[in-house]
Nanobody, 117 residues
Framework: VQLQASGGGFVQAGGSLRLACEASGSIFSSYVMGWSRQVPGKQRLTIATITNAGSALYTESVEGRFTISRDSAKNTIYLQMDDLKPEDTAIYYC????????????WGQGTLVTVSS
């Protein structure tokens, strides 16, 4: 299983970043893909998921600011993050799960997003 995330970095509040995650083909076509994040010392939280059919769900704190999408030709999902806030600072993880309502079965390595005020 391979989940390779990229795109993290440093940005000022109000700015934007786009994360990408390339998955192995068997995972991408069979699992619900998503993103979770973790602030040091706190639990990992799911923030967005997307099904093969393109149905997306978001946690309330990012809804309207973040957009998850998928490119089946590239086995890649994206997380477009706009209007970033300092509280979005976290390590972001690409995930794969069997259902949008289950915990992830697979985790990629994290990518750090830092938002300065």
């Amino acid at each position: 299983v391979q989940l390779q995330a990229s795109g993290g970095g440093f940005v000022q509040a109000g700015g934007s970043l786009r994360l990408a995650c390339e998955a192995s083909g068997s995972i991408f076509s069979s699992y619900v893909m998503g993103w979770s994040r973790q602030v040091p010392g706190k639990q990992r939280l799911t923030i967005a998921t997307i099904t093969n059919a393109g149905s997306a769900l978001y946690t309330e704190s990012v809804e309207g600011r973040f957009t998850i999408s998928r490119d089946s030709a590239k086995n890649t999902i994206y997380l477009q993050m706009d209007d970033l806030k300092p509280e979005d600072t976290a390590i972001y993880y690409c995930t794969a799960r069997t259902s949008q309502f289950r915990i992830p079965d697979y985790w990629g390595q994290g990518t750090l997003v830092t938002v300065s005020s």
